[in-house]
């Protein structure tokens, strides 16, 4: 399980855990789960279009993941945004449609971009992950202030001079960044999984920020590590296990938090008040 | 008349029953969405439509892995997931959007595990990218009927449900305040969305079934602030893309440089995203002029219930 290839897997995918854990805890604060969704997902034809014509996979998810991300940004401005990045989204898709078709793909090539192909990695993919991961930490090391304070408090945000549409497009280059990176290792459709589950877990198990940030990188990394050793032990998709084993964690941190909430509105003999709040 | 549209239309289009049966079911399926959509995007629903589309890959997949119509597979799943995100709390403005991405991550990865299967197992290959992308001139004629009572169904629902899911959609406290029990009706809804999607997963593939649900609804919002009016302008629309897909994409088997046929679905997407962003600039050339429609939905509706 250790051997040669594997090696390459375990690292590729302990930075893909660390950087989803990251962003995704701030996609979860957003509130910005479709946007997680959309840009990965899109940025699928991309990768379609770049075999068409020959080129790096890598830039192909690049330009289409950043183009997606500015786009939703910029057009959600205007509108309804969940139904711009819906249309955004689905535009990208029909591409992605298009091109596969023209380039005459095979099935399996298909299903590896959209679910992955971990076990498959090779360390010359390891270098641009690496370089890609350093800047997203950079990233969210110099924006974490006012990216924390505008996903929170949007209003306050504004009136401390963070502008809200300036963060939501730093935060949506974040998301392209890290798809950029992920897609080519865990597909388009199951990077999400990771960006939603840990983090979501994560809040449910503490209300601090940061506390909430460190614990999303945790659950991530368990996530990951587990769902590789099961897929080298039982041969099944290691996307399976992503996604198996992220909604599992979400639902024990509802758990957790529902035994929580119990428990201190019977300390507290509130539990009128505390009915009350949870409608 | 037929000389005249021969550039448009390609030799044999109208007597191919391939086609007649694709303009059926993309035309019946593009008015349920239409209609459907409108809610949809009213509710600020968008994300459950798309994941309940992406949603359907899973039963689309276990479908054929079980050897029934992939249709079947749509319908139980997105119903299925349907029923879990209401559970995990759609209703609430701030849980929707989590509780629809912890469904659909668990959902696509028993996808990846049925895709898996079928590959390996039951030796159907094609089965990903039809399932994901679609295969409008490959639906059979014996799903037509069940495709129109399934259509019926939804748009029994929404007909049912008109005015209570149009208050509960504008404003959920309005709505409580008059005694609707605006949980059971989002959760009825629900249904009926999930049955749409489905319904467009089939014709054009479950990840862009997304397209037929929030765009020409989101164009007619646009265009209309008139819920009914919107409803039509959704549904004429629909059906003008879907058809006009239908139309250009059997004409591409004859464009060149390579003869392959390019897909339906793109053709749909396209000509909806196009007239999405076309309507946004009228909507902004309106908006320019004195508003000529001062009145807010919110208004007008609790106005005309009083």
Known sequence: ?279 | MSHFLAPVFEPAFFTSTTVQVALAVGGIVALVAGTVGVFTVMRGQSFAGEALGDIGTTGGSGAYLIGVGPLWGFVAISVVAAGAMEAIGIQRPRGRDLATGIVLGAALGLAALFLYLDATQSNTTGATVTILFGSMFAIPTSTIPLVVVLSLTVVAIVAVLYRPLLLSSVSAELAAARGIPVRAVGALYLLALAISVALAAMTIGTILSTALLIGPAATALRLTRRPGAAMLAACLIGLGCTWLGIVLAYDSYAWPPVHVGWPVSFFVVTIIFVLYLLSGVSSLWRQRRPASHPVAPVESVGAGDR
């Open chain 1, 1 to 279: 399980m250790f051997s040669g290839f594997m090696i390459n897997a375990w690292t590729e995918a302990t930075i893909i855990a660390v950087i989803a854990g990251v962003v995704g805890f701030f996609t979860v604060l957003r509130g910005s789960a479709f946007v997680a969704h959309a840009v990965p997902n899109g940025a699928f034809a991309g990768a379609a279009g770049a075999s068409l014509l020959g080129i790096s996979t890598l830039v192909g998810l690049g330009v289409f993941s950043l183009f997606g991300a500015l786009g939703i940004g910029v057009l959600g401005r205007r509108g309804r945004h969940d139904a711009v990045t819906a249309l955004a989204l689905v535009f990208m898709l029909g591409l992605g449609a298009l091109f596969v078709n023209l380039s005459m793909e095979y099935a399996p090539e298909i299903y590896s971009l959209l679910f992955g192909e971990v076990l498959g990695i090779s360390s010359n993919e390891l270098g641009p992950t690496t370089v890609l991961a350093i800047v997203c930490v950079v990233a969210v090391a110099v924006l974490y202030r006012p990216l924390m304070l505008s996903s929170v408090l949007p209003a306050a945000g504004e009136a401390r001079g963070v502008s809200a549409f300036r963060m939501e497009l730093c935060f949506l280059t974040l998301v392209a960044l890290t798809t950029t990176m992920t897609v080519p290792v865990v597909g388009t459709l199951l990077i999400f999984s990771l960006m939603i589950g840990a983090p979501a877990a994560a809040r449910s198990f503490t209300d601090r920020p940061g506390h909430a940030l460190v614990l999303s990188v945790a659950i991530a990394l368990i996530t990951v590590w587990l769902a590789i050793g099961l897929s080298y032990t039982t041969n099944y998709p290691v996307g399976f296990f992503v996604g198996t084993i992220s909604a599992l964690s979400y639902a024990l941190g509802r758990g957790w938090a529902a035994w929580r909430r119990s428990r201190a509105s019977r300390r507290a003999g509130l539990a009128a008040e505390a009915t009350g709040a949870g409608t």
